[in-house]
C-alpha cells in the first residue's frame, strides 16, 4: 500500500499543459466530424432520407431525455417525429380521478414543434401504467372514466398530433383480447370501438391506432389483430392504422414482416413501425452487431415496400438510455447509437436501405493508448495474454500488445480474434491501487471504461482513473486505479 501518493507525485505543470494540448488537438476531429453531419443533414439523416421516401423516421423521448445533450444532439437532426416515452399515458396524464396534468406532455410536443417534427400521441388507453383508481372503480364507471380520460387528452392535444395510439397492446399471444378492466366493464370486444369513436368525437384529425407488439409476423396474435381491424373497418369504426411495436432480438425479424404490413394495408389501413430496437444478448461483439444491422436494414426495407407504412421509430435514441437492459436483463446495445453516442452498424445499414451513402466513419477509437505524463504507452508485458497480466507503461512501438480499441459497449480490448483479451479491475476492485489487468471480455462493469474529453479514463464500476503508479515515467512502471486527481499520470490519449 502507498502511503500518501500526493507526495510522491511532483506536480509537472508543462507536462499537464502539454496532455491539455493533446486533448484539445484530440478533440478537433470529433467536433468536426458532428458539424460534417449536421452540415449535411437534409441528405445523409434519417429523417431526411425517410422524407425523400415519403416517410417519416421517429424516437420515443421522454421529459428526461430533453435534457441530455448527447441525446439531443442525436434527436434535434435525426428525427422528424417524436412518441413521448411515458409523458402521455394515463399515469401521469390521469393519475387521479378528473385530475389531469398535461406539463409533461406539453414539454415533447414543444420539442417537437421547435424542430419540425410531428407527433405520435402513446397513449389513451392500457392496461399498464394506468393508475390504481381505475382498476378499483365500480364496474359500472368505467366505460364513462374511459371515455372522459380519452375526451380530455385527446381534446387537449387537438391538432396537435399526428396519430394516437387509442388501444395499445390489447391482445393475448393466442390472439384473444386481453380481459382488462376496460374489456371487462366495457361490453368485452367493444370498449376497443367506443375507444376509437370517443377519440374520433374529440381529434377528428389525428389518425387512429391501434398499437401492439408481437403482432409484427404472420401468427395467431396478428391474426387476432387482422381480424378485429377488418371488423372495425366494416363496421365503419374510425380506425387508420395499425402499429407494430417492434422489439426485436437480434436474428429474431420475422421472415413473414412484409408480407403481414400487406395484409393490414390491403384492407385500407396505414401501418407504422412504432417501437423499434433489437436487442442483443450482451456482450456485443462484431457478429451480432452486423447481425443487428442485418435486421435495422430488413426492417426499414419492410417499410419502404409496402405503399402504407407510413414510417419507422426506434424506442429512444442510444443504447445508453434505452428500456431494454432495465426489462431484458442481459440484453442491451438494441438501438442504432452507442454508449457513447456514436452510430453503430445499424445506423450504416438503415441509412443505406433509406437510399443514403456511407456517412463517414465515426472517429477512431482505436490505437495506442499514450500515457501523456511519461510520453510512453500503456502495454502488456511481453505480449502476455494470461488473464490477470498487469498492464504496465513502455516505450510505444505500435505492436499488438499496445494496440486497444474502445467498443460500443466501453470496453478496452487488445488483441483480437480467440486471444482478445480485456483491460479489467483486478477483482472488481473499487479502491486505490487496483491492478489494471487483462481478463477475458465478459461484458461485466469493471471492464467498462469511459474515456474521458478531459484525458482521463475512468472505471465504470469505481470511477477511478487508470493510473501510472507513483507518477513513474520509467519503462515497466505499473498501471493502476486511483482516486481521479488531475496528475499527468492519469492522462491518456487514444491514436
Ligand atoms: C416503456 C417505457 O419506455 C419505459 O420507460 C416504461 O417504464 C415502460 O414502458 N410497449 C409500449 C411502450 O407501448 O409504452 C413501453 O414503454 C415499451 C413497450
Redesign the pocket.
Known amino acids: 500500500m502507498t502511503p500518501d501518493k500526493t507526495l510522491m507525485r511532483p506536480r509537472r505543470h508543462f507536462k499537464r499543459g502539454l496532455a491539455l494540448a493533446a486533448a484539445t488537438v484530440l478533440a478537433v476531429p470529433i467536433a468536426a466530424a458532428v458539424t460534417a453531419q449536421s452540415a449535411g443533414a437534409a441528405t445523409t439523416t434519417l429523417r431526411g432520407l425517410a422524407e425523400a421516401q415519403n416517410r417519416y423516421f421517429g424516437t420515443?423521448l421522454?421529459d428526461g431525455d430533453l435534457n441530455i445533450s448527447g441525446e439531443m444532439n442525436i434527436a434535434n437532426v435525426q428525427f422528424d417525429m417524436v412518441t413521448p416515452?411515458?409523458e402521455m399515458k394515463w399515469d401521469t396524464t390521469e393519475s387521479r380521478q378528473n385530475s389531469f396534468n398535461f406539463g409533461p406532455g406539453d414539454q415533447i410536443v414543444s420539442w417537437a414543434k421547435s424542430h419540425n417534427a410531428r407527433v405520435r400521441g402513446?397513449?389513451l388507453v392500457w392496461h399498464s401504467?394506468l393508475p390504481g383508481w381505475v382498476n378499483s372503480l365500480p364496474g359500472s364507471q368505467v366505460k364513462a372514466a374511459m371515455e372522459n380520460h380519452i375526451t380530455t387528452e385527446a381534446t387537449h392535444y387537438k391538432g396537435q398530433l399526428y396519430a394516437w395510439d387509442v388501444v395499445?397492446?390489447p391482445f393475448n399471444e393466442d390472439g384473444s383480447l386481453r380481459q382488462d378492466v376496460f374489456y371487462n366493464n366495457d361490453g368485452g370486444s367493444a370498449y376497443i370501438a367506443d375507444a376509437l369513436r370517443t377519440a374520433h368525437a374529440a381529434d377528428p384529425g389525428a389518425k387512429l391506432y391501434l398499437?401492439d407488439?408481437n403482432i409484427e409476423g404472420q401468427n395467431a396474435k396478428s391474426n387476432g389483430m387482422y381480424n378485429l381491424v377488418s371488423s372495425l373497418k366494416s363496421q365503419g369504426v374510425p380506425i387508420d392504422g395499425v402499429g407494430l411495436?417492434s422489439?426485436f432480438i437480434a436474428g429474431q425479424v420475422p421472415s413473414s414482416l412484409q408480407a403481414n404490413m400487406q395484409r393490414f394495408a390491403d384492407l385500407g389501413l396505414d401501418v407504422a413501425i412504432t417501437?423499434l430496437d433489437d436487442r442483443i444478448q450482451l456482450p456485443t461483439n462484431n457478429s451480432n452487431l452486423q447481425q443487428q444491422a442485418n435486421d435495422y436494414a430488413a426492417v426499414t426495407k419492410a417499410c419502404l415496400n409496402v405503399t402504407r407504412c407510413v414510417g419507422i421509430s426506434q424506442?429512444g435514441v442510444d443504447d445508453g438510455h434505452s428500456?431494454i437492459p432495465g426489462t431484458f436483463p442481459g440484453y442491451g446495445a438494441a438501438t442504432m447509437y452507442d454508449n457513447n453516442y456514436q452510430p453503430k452498424p445499424a445506423y450504416n445499414s438503415t441509412v443505406n436501405t433509406l437510399g443514403g451513402s456511407n456517412p463517414p466513419p465515426p472517429p477512431p477509437t482505436g490505437g495506442e493508448v499514450h500515457a501523456v505524463g511519461a510520453g510512453k504507452c500503456l502495454d502488456v508485458p511481453n505480449s502476455s495474454t494470461t488473464g490477470g497480466t498487469q498492464l504496465q507503461i513502455n516505450t510505444c512501438s505500435g505492436g499488438s500488445n499496445q494496440i486497444f480499441s474502445h467498443t460500443s459497449s466501453n470496453a478496452l480490448t487488445v488483441y483480437s480474434g480467440s486471444t482478445q483479451m480485456c483491460l479489467d479491475a483486478n477483482a472488481k476492485g473499487t479502491t486505490n491501487g487496483t491492478k489494471a489487468i487483462i481478463w477475458t471480455c465478459n461484458g461485466q462493469t469493471n471492464q467498462q471504461w469511459n474515456v474521458n474529453s478531459n484525458g482521463t479514463i475512468t472505471s465504470v464500476l469505481s470511477g477511478l482513473c487508470l493510473d501510472v503508479t507513483g507518477a513513474s515515467t520509467a519503462n515497466g512502471a505499473l498501471v493502476e486505479l486511483w482516486a481521479c486527481n488531475g496528475g499527468s499520470n492519469q492522462q491518456w490519449t487514444i491514436s
Open positions: 420515443a421522454t416515452g411515458n402513446h397513449n401504467q395499445n397492446e398499437n407488439y411495436e422489439h417501437e424506442w428500456w
